[in-house]
C-alpha cells in the first residue's frame, strides 16, 4: 500500500469502516509511513477535543458528519505546517458551534421537538395496520374507552357530515405526558389529531406549518390545546379544524 492510499484511509480507518483484511493491511503500512501516523494521532486528537467540546449533546449521526468534515478540512493546514492542532480545535469549536446553533434553531426547539412528535406520531397512524386501539365512528364508545388511560375526557365527535369521519382513538406520549389522539378518515387519508387540556381557557386561531412533506395545526378552542398532522391539503386541515370547533361549539 502507497502513501497516498493509506493516507486516504485515515479517516474510514477511525470510524471503523474498514474490513477486517483492509484494516491490517493499512495498520501494516503506518509502519512504513511516518506521515500516516502522523495523520492518524491528529485525526484522534481532534475527535477526543470535538468530545470534550461543552456542547450540547447532538444526534450521533450529526456528529459523525461534524467530525468527518472538520478533519477533511483540517488536512491541508496538517500537510502544510506544524501546530496544527490548534487550529483544529479552534475550527472545531467553531463548525461544532455552528452546527449545534443551527440544529437549536431547526431541530432541538420546544416548537421543533413537538412539530417532530406529532409527525411521528401521524405516521405510527398512517403506516400501520392497526392506526387506533379502539375502532369505532360512535363516539359513546370511543370517549368512555380513554377513562382510565388519561387523566381527562377529550372532546370526540363523528365529523362524517363535513367529511371527516372518525376511525376510532388512540393513546400516544406527547411532551412526556400520555395524550388522545383522536384519528380521522379523509378520502384516502387520515388525519391524527392530539388533544389535551389548555393551561389557558381562551382559544387561539388555527396556525397552519409543515413539517417534513406533512401539514401541522395547531390552536387551541373549547378548554383543549388542539394538534392535528396529516398528508392532506392546507384547505382540508383548514376545514377539518373548522369541524372541530364547530362540533364543540355546537354541544355546549
Known sequence: MDCPTCESMVEVYLDGELSAAEAVAFEQA???????????????????LLRDLPAEPAPDLVRAR????????????????RGSLRWMATAASLLV??????MGGMLTT??????????????????SEHPVDVVSSDRHTVKPWFAGRIDYAPPVYDLTTSG???????????????????VYGHNQHKVALT?????????????MSRRNGFVLAQWRH?????RAASDVQPTDMEAFAKAIDDAIDNDR
Open 164 to 182: 371527516f369521519p372518525l376511525l376510532g382513538g388512540r393513546v400516544d406520549i406527547h411532551d412526556s405526558r400520555k395524550v388522545a389522539v383522536l
Open 110 to 127: 420546544q416548537q421543533g421537538r413537538e412539530a417532530d412528535e406529532l409527525v411521528s406520531g401521524y405516521l405510527r397512524v398512517a403506516s
Open 30 to 48: 503506518l509502519d512504513r509511513c511516518p506521515d500516516c501516523r502522523r495523520r492518524l494521532e491528529e485525526a484522534r486528537a481532534l475527535s477526543r
Open 97 to 102: 458551534a455552528a452546527s449545534l446553533g443551527w
Open 222 to 226: 373549547g378548554g383543549f390545546e388542539m
Open 195 to 207: 388533544l389535551w387540556p389548555a393551561a389557558e381557557g381562551n382559544g387561539t386561531p388555527v396556525e
Open 66 to 81: 461534524v467530525e468527518r468534515d472538520l478533519r477533511a478540512a483540517a488536512r491541508p493546514v496538517a500537510a502544510g505546517r
